[in-house]
């Protein structure tokens, strides 16, 4: 069966320094979407991304973060500058129509 | 705005015995409601969606739109069901493109 998937499985980053995370959703899906987990904390949605753009983003997708598909298959969260806040399992999903598809997730640890 | 709640964050059962995962949502339109599980260090994986009406793994769970409930049932807990649940909803129409809108998660273990 077809996954999403996530690298890297884990980054550790300073304060202030820029990260990129990287998906690959399944190919014949149209949606994609970052959603992130604070630790102890509920998954929340940041952004969906259609037809190359994106359709909806949440308060939390401020101007440090954004989103791209430089390609056919990669799709990517770029935070600019990082804080300590940052720090969560970010999850990339997609999907045709129906229920989202997600990966096994980024942990993202700033320090 | 929507809004899932799970009031349970922790819930722990004997194997065996009958496992019941609540979950509440609050929205104005017509929702799709989810359940999605997350085992140890595995990723999110769709367990139920309401529309499909099945059962999966013994679970099933039924959209009380009275109630504003989803609520996950089985009938015999298994060892291998402890895992996190998660409810979701995403919110059909009204501007809001599919997005999911998750619960805080129930941590279920079931006890030999």
């Known amino acids: 069966e077809p996954e999403v998937t996530q690298t890297p499985s884990h980054q550790v980053t300073q304060m202030g320094q820029e990260v990129i995370l990287r998906c690959v959703p399944i190919?014949?899906?149209?949606?994609f979407y970052w959603y992130r987990q604070i630790l102890g904390q509920k998954v929340e949605f940041l952004v969906s991304?259609?037809?190359?753009?994106?359709?909806?983003k949440s308060e939390i997708f401020d101007d440090q973060f954004s989103v791209e598909r430089p390609d056919g298959s990669n799709f990517t969260l770029k935070i600019r500058s990082t804080k300590l806040e940052d720090s969560a399992m970010y999850f990339c999903?997609?999907?045709?129509?129906?229920?989202?598809?997600f990966g096994p997730g980024t942990r993202l640890t700033v320090t | 705005a929507q809004r899932v709640t799970q009031p349970e964050k922790l819930l722990s059962v004997f194997k065996g015995a009958p496992v019941e995962l609540k979950c509440n949502y609050s929205?104005?339109?017509?929702?799709?409601l989810f359940w999605y599980v997350q085992y140890s260090r595995q990723r999110l994986q769709l367990l139920l969606r309401?529309?499909s009406r099945e059962s999966i793994k013994g679970f099933t769970a039924d959209l009380n739109k009275g109630e504003t409930s989803f609520h996950l049932k089985k009938p015999f807990a298994q060892e291998e069901d402890s895992a996190m649940y998660y409810c979701?909803?995403?919110?059909?129409?009204?501007?809001?493109?599919?997005?999911?809108?998750f619960g805080k998660g129930t941590l279920l273990t079931v006890n030999p």
């Open positions: 309401h529309i």
């Open positions: 979701a909803l995403k919110a059909v129409g009204g501007g809001s493109n599919y997005k999911l809108t």
């Open positions: 991304f259609y037809n190359n753009e994106i359709s909806e």
């Open positions: 999903a997609s999907s045709e129509v129906g229920f989202q598809y």
């Open positions: 190919s014949n899906h149209l949606y």
């Open positions: 929205y104005s339109g017509s929702p799709e």
